[in-house]
Structure formats: structure tokens, C-alpha cells
């Protein structure tokens, strides 16, 4: 069961991203078009918790009830936006269109107050003996954690408000290292996906040594894995724009980094784009993006992980050049601090069985326009990066991970000097959050390019 401390961690990284990197002037603005205004997100996140704390012990909502019209349901982008017509997407609750109607911050808040508090109680209840913990309270609990760790990523990569541009020369890696090889051929091999975490067993106090997560990770499997040759790093930059600019004009999109980041300080992190530009890209290099198990065996050997250095949970804020490959540890490494796409399209696999606690994710998604991806990017939680069943995954062409953050999407707006260290234990790792640097939004995907042999 997730630990109090780690519930007041996480909050005060939501916190912290909500009503102090967003300016007021931005709280009925959308950070982009297909998102709800950011006014939306400060009520949703309370109001997902208490909607399942209320379902879970069978009592009334928080007041004031109408939030629950206003802040329930996902954004369209989280409800799958139809590839063929973005304005087309997954049924959820109708939002105020007047900024008059919404409810103010000081409400949002005093009701995110209020459903804390509750929360709280939950867990005194369960010391008392008064709630008897099951696993059906666990998954609750461990599900709308993460789920506020999945939006303290979005959230927690947009740049506080005032900050001026850096001086990119002092940022750039111009002297990042290459690896020893430029390829490894693994396998064949048999590698492991999953863990066993039926929902259907949620009634055992039974919890203790219980890993709980996602439906989607259920059930424990083995898979074969041919043998094959893999790319030591994700494709950068630099490689893609090389690519750009003389095979892939006309094929792949790339946007400039005009008056953004300059390309020479960012050309050996890791290239954000859409699936399909990568999937291109490896096409023409005789290549394929790498399968899910592939990608595991691949990591399973060479990820050093986040004791080991890798640029997750706010290490940085931004990503940084991988450095798989190299000469100490025998290899180990990280990719720089961005999800992988893969090549496997979301859908249901053998065993899988559909979440009652919340059967719309991923279920509502299994449409064919969505590729698995695994890892983690730099503002990801350990917790969610460094387990190794979890499955996410992103819609192949999403214009504003194909547009926006093909161009790393950069809105930079400031490096003036560390001001402001928060040690965050969240979820059971030490989280450094480092205000004050302003770099890329990169809360997408990279790759590497695997060649069949």
C-alpha cells in the first residue's frame, strides 16, 4: 500500500506544477488545442481520487457535488482522438464554455483540501481496524497514485512563467561520448512480459508481497525472440535531421529549431517524434522499431537504471544524450530520458482481462491507432519508469507529438540559476526537483532501430 508520505510527495509535486508554474493568465487557456483548459486538470486530479474513494467505501461525494460534472472525465486527448478526425473522440462529460461557469481556484482547491483529508482518513480508518484492507483498496490507492504521477509529467515539464532564454552554448554536449559499438546482435532468446495481478483476486487481505498494476500488464508470459541486431542508442537529432535534409525531404516531417533550441546543442539527445516519422526512418535504414521484447531484452542488459544514473524522475529537466554503450558498467547506460516507442499495436493479448475499477483505459484505446511504448521519460516517477511490465502507450500520428515535439517542442523560457531544491521521496524513490533550469518539453517518444539478421 502506497505509504502517507508518499501520497504528501506526490502532492506537493502536483501542487507545485499546478499553481506555480502556470500563470494565472493561463488557467482558462488550453496548453494545446485538443487539451480542456488548464483550470480543468487543478479539479480533475481530487475529483478522480474521490470519485474511486467514494465508489470503493460506498459513500456520498465530497461537496460540492456538481464538481463532479465539471472535473470528472478525461480530455479528448486522453480519450483517443480518432486518428482520421481529431475533433472525434470517446464519450465523457460536457465542460463549462463560459469561463463564469467554471468554479474558481480558491473552490478547486478547498475541494482538493477537503478530498485529501478524506483520503486520509481512509488510511486512519484502516490502522483502527475499522476498514478491513483488501487488495481491491490496494489497486484503488496504487491506481489513482500513478495516475496523478502520469499528469505530474505532463505537467511538471511545462516551464514556470518569467524566465528568459539560457545561454544554449554553455548547455550544449558537444562532447558527448560514442559507444564502443554502434550495434549489439541479441538473441535468440526467450524474455519475460508481465506479472500476474488479476483483479479478480482483489478480495484477499493478502496484500503484503502483492505487485499490483494496470490491466494491461497482466498476466505473466514468455515470448521468443529471434535473434537480431539493435542500435546501441535512440536516433538523435542530428541523425534524423541528416536524414531530413537528404533522403527523408519529403518523407519524414522535422521542424526547426528556430528561435527554440539550436540544433547544435541538442543534436545528440534523443529525437521526439511520431511514430510513424521513426518507423519511416528505420524503414529507409533497413531497419524496423524494435518489438516489445526485443526492447526488453535489450534493457535487460544494458539499462543502468535510476540509481545507476538514468534521466528519469526529474533528474534533469530535459533530456540529456544517452550513454548506453560506453566504457564502464560494462555497458550500462540509459537513453536519455524519453519513452521508446515500439512496434506493437495496443490491443488485447492472451489472458488479458478488462479492469472493473476502471475499464475504459486501456480497453478504450484497443483501436488499432496506438502503439505500445515502455521506459520512461525524465519527468517520469521511478516507480512508473523502473517497472518493467508497465505498458503505455501514444496514438502513432499524434499531431502534437508528430508536430510540436518532432521539434522537441521547445517553449524555453529559462535557465536563471538553481533557486529552489524540493526533495520529493515519491512513491519510495528520492525524486530532486530542480527549479530554475527550463529545457525541452520532451514528455514523448524516441527509438532505437533494430535490424533483423
Known amino acids: 500500500m502506497p505509504a502517507i508520505d508518499q501520497w504528501r510527495a506526490m502532492w506537493a509535486a502536483w501542487d507545485f506544477s499546478t499553481q506555480h508554474m502556470i500563470p494565472p493568465s493561463m488557467l482558462f487557456q488550453k496548453p494545446i488545442d485538443l487539451w480542456r483548459i488548464c483550470l480543468f486538470y487543478?479539479?480533475?486530479?481530487?475529483?478522480?481520487?474521490?470519485?474511486?474513494?467514494?465508489r470503493m467505501l460506498k459513500e456520498p461525494d465530497t461537496e460540492p457535488v456538481e464538481f463532479k460534472t465539471d472535473m470528472t472525465y478525461h480530455h479528448c486527448s486522453e480519450r483517443s482522438i480518432q486518428t482520421d478526425d481529431p475533433t472525434q473522440c470517446h464519450s465523457h462529460?460536457?465542460?463549462?464554455m463560459l469561463e463564469v461557469d467554471w468554479p474558481s481556484l480558491p473552490s478547486i482547491t478547498a475541494?482538493?483540501?477537503r478530498v485529501r483529508e478524506r483520503m486520509l482518513k481512509l488510511y486512519r480508518d484502516i490502522d483502527a481496524g475499522a476498514v478491513i484492507l483488501t487488495g481491491r483498496i490496494v489497486r484503488m490507492l496504487f491506481m489513482t497514485l500513478e495516475h496523478e504521477a502520469f499528469h505530474v509529467e505532463i505537467w511538471g515539464a511545462i516551464p514556470p512563467s518569467g524566465f528568459s532564454p539560457p545561454h544554449w552554448p554553455v548547455l550544449a554536449w558537444d562532447n558527448a561520448a560514442e559507444p564502443k559499438v554502434e550495434t549489439i546482435t541479441l538473441g535468440p532468446d526467450t524474455v519475460a512480459l508481465g506479472h500476474d495481478d488479476n483483479e479478480a483476486d482483489d478480495g484477499s487481505p493478502d496484500v503484503a508481497a502483492h505487485d499490483f498494476g494496470w490491466d494491461n500488464e497482466h498476466p505473466r508470459r514468455r515470448v521468443y525472440v529471434p535473434q537480431f541486431k539493435i542500435a546501441m542508442r535512440p536516433v538523435t537529432n542530428g541523425k534524423f535531421y541528416d536524414f531530413f535534409?537528404?533522403?527523408g525531404m519529403g518523407v519524414v516531417e522535422f521542424a526547426p529549431f528556430a528561435h527554440r533550441l539550436p540544433l547544435k546543442v541538442a543534436r545528440d539527445r534523443p529525437?521526439?517524434?511520431?511514430?510513424?516519422n521513426l518507423s519511416t526512418y528505420a524503414s529507409v535504414k533497413g531497419g524496423h522499431?524494435?518489438?516489445?521484447?526485443e526492447l526488453?531484452?535489450?534493457f535487460d542488459m544494458f539499462q543502468c537504471g535510476y540509481e545507476g544514473g538514468t534521466n528519469i524522475g526529474f533528474r534533469n529537466r530535459h533530456s540529456v544524450p544517452a550513454t548506453m554503450g560506453g566504457e564502464k558498467g560494462g555497458g550500462k547506460g540509459h537513453n536519455g530520458g524519453v519513452w521508446e516507442w515500439t512496434s506493437i499495436v495496443l490491443e488485447q493479448h492472451d489472458g488479458f482481462s478488462a479492469s472493473k475499477l476502471y475499464p475504459g483505459n486501456p480497453v478504450g484505446f484497443?483501436?488499432?491507432h496506438h502503439q505500445v511504448v515502455v521506459g520512461g521519460s525524465y519527468a517520469t516517477t521511478p516507480r512508473l519508469a523502473e517497472r518493467r511490465t508497465l505498458r503505455n502507450f501514444y496514438q502513432h500520428n499524434y499531431p502534437y507529438l508528430r508536430l510540436e515535439q518532432a521539434q522537441t517542442w521547445r517553449t524555453h523560457m529559462g535557465y536563471v540559476a538553481l533557486h529552489r531544491l524540493m526533495n520529493l521521496n515519491i512513491v519510495g524513490y528520492s525524486l530532486l526537483v530542480v527549479v530554475g533550469i527550463l529545457m525541452d518539453i520532451e514528455d514523448a517518444n524516441a527509438n532505437f532501430v533494430t535490424m533483423t539478421v
Not at 529525437?271 to 510513424?276: E, G, L, N, P, R
Open 271 to 276: 529525437i521526439v517524434t511520431s511514430y510513424d
Open 296 to 298: 526488453h531484452l535489450f
Open 366 to 368: 484497443f483501436d488499432g
Open 93 to 96: 462529460s460536457e465542460v463549462p
Open 111 to 113: 475541494h482538493q483540501y
Open 245 to 247: 535534409a537528404e533522403e
Open 42 to 54: 487543478i479539479g480533475h486530479i481530487p475529483m478522480f481520487l474521490l470519485i474511486h474513494l467514494s
Open 289 to 293: 522499431i524494435p518489438t516489445k521484447p
